[in-house]
Structures are given as structure tokens and as C-alpha cells.
């Protein structure tokens, strides 16, 4: 009985020392590995890539790399015994190529939006983890950029292949919010094909008009080895009935059009007649005539108002409300009617961007309802006059600004059926308060809120028979 008390007694854990300290030399040993990197001592392997001739050290490549370690440890493969090894890389993967091996050894990199995503092929190619985690990374941080440094295109195109989920949302939101912006990078000339069909298909893009977007889309379409036959293929996604006659006319005269005249026939004899019936009669419009709006900001169009509080941030709550009244949106794109003339749901708009409040008239204190959401109400007005059951897409587009370009950097969009019984739309919580509070915040632009509501009628459906208009 002793000896086994005994031997619990040791197995028990001891008491911890009070003097026990941890030493932290991990810098210091980072340094030594620095100081080996692209050095023939020790060096027990030559890399060949491109025209450079790297040395480096197994034991380094294998700790940092599955597929290295995979490469030049095992004996099925032909590098695993060879003093010198050729890697094939992607030509653009060749200037970064020293600087991705550097981080093998010191774990750290410096990284551009013109070189970040050759870091990332190179990354996933080799499998080094925690370098593709900081790589996307910094593509979320980075997704605005000004038109000539901007890459959200390219990012965008190797995230849908590659898998990476958050990132190809998060630049497909940017891309079709500032869509100006993209058409005006380095990548644009060269988006393939698919994506700019992709695009094309969209509701969602921010954009001009239909006709601003067409004048960087010709200028796309001129780079294409098959103009012919692309044109072919995305003509039909170009909504030509949203241009105006004279835009048409212009088109007409470029030298695209001249070239490829019978592609463009079919679409423009529909715009053309559209626009030939809406001056007579709107009701003889068939819906094969009816094109979906785009976010366009085009008083043309009169689908957006502008929403601006400024100097948001020494703005007392009280009087932080953002007021739009009478907000007449045509049902149908008529510019070349009487504005007068044509058919309009009208609108009242609030918004809330410091928190939603009711305050009381005489003594203008917080009774009633109120909170620290930033709030959209969106009111259809005289619904009792006009018993229709209206659809509606509503889209905010909250505008920051960052590296002196301004962008579309926070985006809300519902769509709802206003009618006599739910005649408002209530959105709570549009962006939290707490980013327009930030030191430098990204979602101001110069100490002022700026942002442009959207509001595209979808469908009409009349009160007393059921009736699309």
C-alpha cells in the first residue's frame, strides 16, 4: 500500500517553478535562415527558373513545402537525386519567383497588386498555405484600387477557378458596383469572353447609361481575334432598347457597326420600334420589347437620387436625417417623350444614417422609436389613388473613398411589392454605424456620407383585374 501511494504520489504533477521563464529567440533564428537564403554554404541544390540560378538547401524547401518535400525526398521522382532541378513557371510567375523563395526562409514578402497574384499561382502550385491565406488576404484589403492599379478583373477570373469562395464574391460585388472603374484597368482589354458575358447578363452593374457601358464594350469587342463571331454571341446581351435614338445613331456611324452591320440589324430594329411605340402608345409595347433597367445614374433614365449628408461625423443625430420627396420613377424608359407625359410611381424617401429616430416636433427628444441601426424607409405614396401592385428592385449603393478614388463601397438591394396594404419598405440595419466612425473611414468621402439609391420598377400589376402593365 506504501509503495503504491508512493508511486502516485510521483506521478502527480509538480508544482510549478517560480522561477521558470520562456526565452524567445525566435527572431534570431528566423535571421540565421535569412542569411541563407541564395548562399552556396551548406547549399545542397540548384534551382533553375527561367534565366536564374538559385541555391538553395533541401531541409528548407522540404519543412516549407508538400510538393517540394514530395519532389525531393521521394524516390519516384527524377529531381529527388539530382544536384540541379528546372522548374517550369508561368512567365508572369518568373519576376516573383526569388521573392517566393525568400519567404520559404524569413517567412515574409512584399506584395503589390501587380504581383500578388503570380505570388498566389506560385503558393498554391507548391502548396504553402499560409503564404495563399495572406495572399487573398491581402486581395480583400486591396479590391480598391484606382483604374490603373486596380486588378478585381484578374483576381475575379482566378478565384472562380481556383475555388477561393470570398474573394470571387467580393470582387464580383466590386466589379459590378464600379463597373467604371474596372473598364478603365489594365485587365480590361484582357477579360475573356466568358466573364464579360457574364457581366452583360447582370441587372446589378452600376453603370452611366446602357450607351457609356457600349462605348468600353466596342472597345473590348475590337480587340477580339474573332470579332464576327463574339459579336454574335454578346450582341444579344447588350441592351440597345435603353439607348436613346440619337446613341443609336451614333453607333451606326462607328466603324464596328459599319463592319458587322447585319449582326446589329435585329437589335436595333427592336430598339428602334420600341422607341417608334412609346411615342404613340405605351400599352402596345409586347414584352419581348421590355429590357430590365440597370443601376443607371443617367438622369435619362430617372431611376436614382443622390442621398448626401455632410460632415457626417459632427453631425448631431437630431439632424441627420436625409430626406428625398417626391420621387417620381417612370415606368417605362421614354426619354424622348414629354417627361411630363409619361407614367410614374411616385416615392417618398428617408434615410438614417447616424440611427433611426422619431423625434418629437416641439421638444426634439428621442421618444418613440429609435436605435443605432442605420435604417432605408422607402414609401409609396397616394396608394389608395393608385391600387396597382407595383414591384420595385430598391438598391443603395453607399459610395468611400480611398486612395483619392471614390467607389461604391457598401451595397443593399431588396426587391418588394408596394400596394395599399404594404405600402412601405422598412430596411434596417442597412451598414453598421461604427464604420463611418472609424478614423479615416473608407466609407466617407471627404468627412461627408455620399450615396445613390436606385429604384427600377419591375413589373405593374393594375388593382382591379390583375393586368400587367
Not at 504520489?9 to 535562415?33: C, F, L, Q, R, T
Not at 535569412?34 to 551548406?42: A, N, R, V
Not at 516573383?96 to 514578402?109: A, D, Q
Not at 457626417?312 to 417623350?337: G, H, M, R
Request: with cysteine; charged share 25%; proline share 4%.
Amino acid at each position: 500500500m506504501d509503495a503504491k501511494r508512493a508511486c502516485s504520489s510521483s506521478d502527480a504533477i509538480s508544482p510549478k517553478d517560480p522561477s521558470e521563464e520562456m526565452i524567445d529567440d525566435g527572431k534570431h533564428i528566423v535571421n540565421s535562415y535569412k542569411e541563407l537564403f541564395d548562399s552556396e554554404s551548406f547549399s545542397d541544390i540548384v534551382l533553375v527558373v527561367g534565366v536564374n540560378r538559385y541555391s538553395v538547401h533541401k531541409f528548407v524547401l522540404i519543412t516549407a513545402s508538400e510538393v517540394f518535400q514530395a519532389m525531393l525526398n521521394e524516390d519516384r521522382w527524377h529531381e529527388a537525386n539530382q544536384p540541379e532541378v528546372t522548374l517550369t513557371e508561368d512567365e508572369e510567375c518568373l519576376p516573383v519567383f526569388k521573392g517566393f523563395l525568400r519567404y520559404l526562409y524569413c517567412g515574409s514578402i512584399t506584395l503589390t497588386t501587380a504581383t500578388v497574384l503570380p505570388v498566389l499561382i506560385l503558393a498554391d502550385k507548391y502548396s504553402i498555405r499560409t503564404l495563399c491565406a495572406s495572399c487573398v488576404e491581402y486581395m480583400l484589403q486591396h479590391v480598391v484600387e484606382s483604374p490603373d492599379t486596380n486588378r478585381a478583373l484578374s483576381w475575379y477570373q482566378y478565384a472562380k477557378i481556383t475555388g477561393y469562395s470570398q474573394l470571387q464574391e467580393e470582387t464580383f460585388k466590386f466589379i459590378l458596383s464600379n463597373f467604371h472603374i474596372v473598364q478603365n484597368s489594365p485587365d480590361w482589354l484582357m477579360l475573356n469572353k466568358i466573364e464579360v458575358q457574364e457581366f452583360l447578363k447582370s441587372s446589378d452593374i452600376v453603370v452611366e447609361s446602357e450607351h457609356h457601358l457600349w462605348k468600353k464594350l466596342a472597345e473590348w469587342f475590337t480587340h477580339q481575334e474573332d470579332v464576327a463571331e463574339v459579336l454574335k454571341e454578346l450582341l444579344p446581351l447588350v441592351r440597345f432598347p435603353l439607348m436613346t435614338p440619337k446613341q443609336l445613331y451614333d453607333i451606326e456611324h462607328s466603324d464596328l457597326y459599319k463592319e458587322n452591320h447585319q449582326l446589329f440589324s435585329e437589335k436595333f430594329l427592336q430598339a428602334y420600334r420600341r422607341h417608334s411605340l412609346l411615342s404613340e402608345d405605351v400599352d402596345k409595347l409586347s414584352s419581348t420589347m421590355v429590357e430590365p433597367h440597370r443601376n443607371y445614374s443617367s438622369p435619362d433614365y430617372g431611376i436614382s437620387c443622390p442621398l448626401t449628408l455632410k460632415n457626417y461625423q459632427v453631425k448631431a443625430k437630431i439632424d441627420s436625417k436625409i430626406i428625398e420627396d417626391n420621387f417620381k420613377v417612370p415606368i417605362q424608359f421614354n426619354p424622348s417623350s414629354n417627361k411630363t407625359g409619361q407614367v410614374k410611381a411616385t416615392f417618398h424617401v428617408e434615410f438614417f444614417p447616424k440611427g433611426y429616430f422619431q423625434p418629437h416636433l416641439l421638444y426634439q427628444t428621442y421618444l418613440g422609436k429609435h436605435n443605432e441601426k442605420t435604417t432605408l424607409v422607402v414609401r409609396r405614396m397616394n396608394p389608395i389613388l393608385t391600387p396597382e401592385v407595383v414591384t420595385v428592385e430598391v438598391t443603395l449603393v453607399i459610395y468611400g473613398k480611398k486612395n483619392q478614388v471614390q467607389y461604391a463601397a457598401h451595397t443593399v438591394t431588396k426587391t418588394f411589392d408596394f400596394c395599399q396594404k404594404t405600402p412601405k419598405l422598412e430596411i434596417e440595419n442597412v451598414i453598421s454605424v461604427e464604420k463611418f466612425h472609424e478614423n479615416n473611414s473608407s466609407y466617407l468621402v471627404n468627412g461627408s456620407f455620399q450615396a445613390t439609391l436606385f429604384l427600377k420598377v419591375l413589373n405593374v400589376i393594375e388593382g382591379k383585374d390583375g393586368a400587367k402593365r
